[in-house]
Nanobody
Framework: QVQLVESGGGSVQAGGSLRLSCAASGFTYTDYCMGWFRQTPGKEREGVAQFYTGGIFYADSVKGRFTISQDNAKNTLYLQMNSLKPEDSAIYYC???????????????????WGQGTQVTVSS
């Protein structure tokens, strides 16, 4: 019954924007710290942005361009992506981490629940 359903991916030109959404169900949303990851062929899954105790983590490559947010009433996580670059092209995943482990740079392997991923393609 646990589900993280992602939407909002697509193809855009460099400099454009996308807003990703992740609708969560089947678990107590507020008992978890939520985050976004991305993966491209030949690379390990990379943390993009996540909530952790006392703040928000952003990868250096997306600082100033991406914004993570959430609506607890709707159990929904968002990632606003502005000024997109071709290097941002990847499959983007949302994930949930048990609150007791919620800290910056926690391994992706420790996240309990994952979405199916949504493709983002940025062209020059």
């Amino acid at each position: 019954q646990v589900q993280l359903v992602e939407s909002g991916g697509g193809s855009v030109q460099a400099g454009g924007s996308l807003r990703l959404s992740c609708a969560a169900s089947g678990f107590t949303y507020t008992d978890y710290c939520m985050g976004w990851f991305r993966q491209t062929p030949g690379k390990e899954r990379e943390g993009v942005a996540q909530f952790y105790t006392g703040g928000i983590f952003y990868a250096d490559s997306v600082k100033g361009r991406f914004t993570i947010s959430q609506d607890n009433a709707k159990n929904t996580l968002y990632l606003q992506m502005n000024s997109l670059k071709p290097e941002d092209s990847a499959i983007y995943y949302c994930a949930a981490l048990e609150r007791r482990f919620c800290r910056q740079n926690y391994s992706w392997a420790g996240f309990a629940y994952w979405g199916q991923g949504t493709q983002v393609t940025v062209s020059s």
